[in-house]
């Protein structure tokens, strides 16, 4: 992205809906962020709820929900979000339930609905190696780990080791696991091997390294530092891998760059930042120094509209999954990497084609 502020409170939509039978799908859905005539830097790829995609369903009532929220396999009040290959694993806090849903296959199954590691309360994910899940858990304060098949080989949470346990990231290159603990104002870390804890850091308070009520939490690939998002300070702040305090950014406002109740966080390949906001129901992409660059969102139930945002998960490929916890799906956006433009040379061309025809729409 740009090292320059570009303000966007709507989008780019072509051709929401196809002219021919209503249970088609959409000839052509795009969703370009910014608008032309801006460089693209991000688009809406499409929007998860869990059987209702693979079934013979209108559009429109995918879009909106339609007779699909909670029922059957379908997503009712999600929270977290993960992704391995073309599985997207989501917790669901009112069904108490990881939803696996396998994109490719068209299937939907379930983690942690049976013991060993039957849950409770899922909130967060983390992906380890291996194609390994690792979910908290805040009534049973605990974190669990497991196979892509749902068996249970990992967990954390000795009686009184954890408070609420919330966010959660892991460091593969270093073997780590961090925990936000969000009622006991800090952040824990264990190796993942022994799950020996390592060390921990803040403390509750409004200084810098402290927290106030802590949510979640993200890894930077490049640099390993971590991003922690200081729910009720209403900011960010980065630590080095080692929890020493670097930086922070944001403060309680309605302004770009401000937050008034922050939530999930992810960080892309290039190291921009994305944080949702529950309550502006938008999403802030940052630079590594917590430059405001863009923003997208506004309430509401259409592709790029959100109710009540949540959690954040950037893949290795730098999709962006975004938690739409009220509309109860998890939507899914391509940031235009350098590495993406040349392993997409075609669709990055497509992309400046549509911009450059509607900017010449606008200006006729």
């Known amino acids: 992205m740009k090292r320059t502020i570009l303000l966007i409170s709507s989008v780019f939509l072509i051709s929401l809906f196809s002219t021919g039978c209503a249970q088609k799908k959409a000839e052509e859905l795009r969703i370009i962020m910014p608008p032309p005539p801006e460089e693209p ?13 693979f079934k013979d369903t209108k559009i429109l009532d995918v879009f909106i929900g339609k007779e699909t929220k909670g029922v059957g396999k379908n997503l009712f009040k999600p929270y977290g979000v993960g ?18 849903i396998d994109t490719l296959n068209k299937k939907v199954d379930f983690i942690g609905d049976r013991p060993p590691g039957k849950l409770a309360l899922p909130v ?21 780990g497991y196979r892509k098949n749902g ?22 290159k270093l073997n780590r696991i961090y925990v936000v603990d969000t009622k006991s104002h800090n952040v824990k870390v264990y190796d993942l091997d022994s799950a020996k804890l390592l060390f921990e850091f803040g403390k509750r308070g409004i200084e810098e ?60 390949s290039e190291s921009h930042i994305y944080v949702s906001d ?14 405001i660059l863009l923003y997208f969102g506004g309430a509401g139930f259409g592709p790029s509209q959100f109710y009540l945002p949540a959690g954040v998960f950037v893949d290795k490929n730098d999709r962006v999954y975004i938690v739409d916890s009220f509309n109860a799906r998890v939507q899914i956006y391509q940031y235009v990497s350098e590495r993406w433009k040349k392993e997409h040379p075609e669709e990055y061309l497509e992309l400046k084609r549509i911009g450059e025809e509607k900017k010449d729409e606008a200006l006729n």
Do not use: C, H, W
């Open 41 to 53: 830097r991000l688009f809406y790829v499409e929007s998860l709820r869990g059987e209702a995609n």
């Open 83 to 100: 992704a391995i290959g073309d599985t997207v694993y989501v917790t669901d806090t009112a069904i108490g339930l990881v939803f696996a």
């Open 124 to 144: 967060s994910i983390a992906i380890g190696k291996n194609d390994t899940i690792y979910v908290s858990d805040a009534k049973l304060k605990k974190v669990f």
């Open 151 to 172: 068996a249970l080989f990992f967990a954390l949470g000795e009686k009184g080791e954890f408070r609420r346990p919330s966010g959660i990231a892991i460091n593969q």
């Open 209 to 268: 390294g402290e927290f106030n009520f802590p949510t979640n939490i993200a890894i930077d690939p490049r640099n390993d530092n971590v991003a922690v998002v200081d729910t009720q300070n209403f900011r960010v702040q980065i630590f080095d891998k080692d929890g020493d305090f670097l930086s922070k950014f944001g403060r309680l406002g309605d302004k770009p760059g401000m937050f008034s109740r922050p939530k999930g966080i992810g960080i892309d």
């Open 278 to 291: 529950a309550a502006f129901n938008n999403v802030q992409v940052f630079d590594d120094k917590g430059n």
